[in-house]
Nanobody, 118 residues
Framework: QVQLVESGGGSVQAGGSLKLSCAAFRDTYSSWCMGWFRQAPGKEREGVAV???????TYADSVKGRFTISQDNAKNTLYLQMNSLKPEDTAMYYC????????????WGRGTQVTVSS
């Protein structure tokens, strides 16, 4: 069984920063790929950043240069450092996990709300 618990969301003014955390309760014998996704009201869920088991990361064009995904394997925790936040970053942010090699992310947290005001 896999459980993902996000924290760190909140309200911030444009230009500010937030750091999201995702505590991952999962087995340690698999190779896990982790990601952050977001969904704004009335919009489809979109991928924000993904980190592979080797630490390599990919980002959505809209967040490149502003967001950084990282993980602490000793703490089984995934992070998303968000800088230079914009009102359009307002969304519910979800942590997700999959066994590397799977096509789709199969495990999801409940989300944490990020609100950026202008």
């Amino acid at each position: 069984q896999v459980q993902l618990v996000e924290s760190g969301g909140g309200s911030v003014q444009a230009g500010g920063s937030l750091k999201l955390s995702c505590a991952a309760f999962r087995d340690t014998y698999s190779s896990w790929c982790m990601g952050w996704f977001r969904q704004a009201p009335g919009k489809e869920r979109e991928g924000v950043a993904v980190v592979e088991s080797d630490g390599s990361a990919t980002y959505a064009d809209s967040v490149k240069g502003r967001f950084t995904i990282s993980q602490d394997n000793a703490k089984n925790t995934l992070y998303l450092q968000m800088n230079s936040l914009k009102p359009e970053d307002t969304a519910m942010y979800y942590c997700a996990a999959k066994r590397c090699g799977w096509l789709e992310f199969g495990y999801w947290g409940r989300g944490t709300q990020v609100t950026v005001s202008s």
